[in-house]
């Protein structure tokens, strides 16, 4: 009767951690982005599905973690609110890590890095230095860590204009409602390639300098802190892409310049 008890204790053990790894297989991982297309790392192709470098690489992702993915929209700048409310799993979107997120999110180890910059017309001269920009336009984008460098050095001396998404600031430059647009380097490519940017250039490209210690550590995926095993799952599945070829390999189809963290 014992042996009988232990072998059925046995067989329930077996299926309960076949149960486990069946659940483990049919996993789904909610990754959330902002609605608006901020080419090449996130847009939507006409039939609606979701394209550019953060889309592949989360598809990528998953695939190293045999676990299935969905992208959701929420707003950019409710969409550290859409996360604590659990509404997806991983803020993937090129948000830069700062010490003011890192106070309610954790962040994954950082997927790329890039600079800021400045972009005006062509035949506009600037100095980029709080004093040779007082007085004037500047957009940003708001909710990002452009935005709070922007606001920290210029703030006192120039007009600092925030938009809610990049394409609203994008479009204020071409009309010439602003002076300058401060962004992300590669978040500038498509644009300066653009029939609508073959007038502006960046300025200053590699003279400005955001604080390394608030602004330089990088782009990462934003969990709940209480994730810590997600965290290191997603840790891991990046350093196994990149370490197999497979990151650089996507990110050349994008960018013609290596954007893995140094």
């Known amino acids: 009767m014992k042996r009988m008890l232990r072998t059925l204790t046995l067989f329930a053990a077996i299926g309960m951690t076949l149960s486990s790894v069946s659940a483990s297989a049919e996993e789904t991982l909610s990754f959330g982005v902002a609605a608006e297309p901020y080419p090449p790392f996130l847009l939507k192709t006409p039939s609606g599905q979701f394209a550019g470098f953060e889309p592949d690489l989360i598809r990528a992702l998953c695939e190293q973690m045999k676990a299935k993915c969905e992208i959701k929209e929420v707003a950019w700048d409710g969409i550290i609110p859409a996360l604590l409310a659990k509404k997806f799993d991983v803020i993937f979107n090129s948000m830069g890590i700062s010490p003011e997120r890192q106070k309610v999110i954790a962040y994954s180890r950082p997927y790329y890095e890039t600079t800021g910059v400045f972009v005006a017309p062509k035949d506009t001269q600037l100095t980029l230095t709080p004093e040779g920009l007082a007085g004037k336009a500047i957009g940003v984008q708001v909710s990002t860590t452009n935005a709070e460098f922007i606001q920290a ?12 998404t990049q394409d609203d600031c994008t479009a204020d430059l071409v009309s010439g409602r602003i002076d300058a647009m401060f962004l992300d380097n590669l978040g500038n490519i498509d644009f300066l390639k653009s029939d609508l940017g073959a007038m502006f250039e960046e300025k200053g490209t590699g003279s400005v300098r955001m604080d390394p210690l608030k602004y330089g550590l990088g782009v990462a995926a934003g969990l709940r802190k209480d994730d810590t095993a ?33």
Request: charged share 25%; proline share 2%.
């Open 230 to 262: 997600l965290k290191a799952r997603i840790d891991l599945a990046l350093t196994q892409l990149y370490e197999s070829g497979k990151y650089t390999q996507l990110s050349k189809q994008y960018f013609d310049t290596d954007i893995w963290p140094k």
């Open 153 to 164: 050095t210029y703030g006192k001396t120039s007009d600092i204009r925030l938009y809610n």
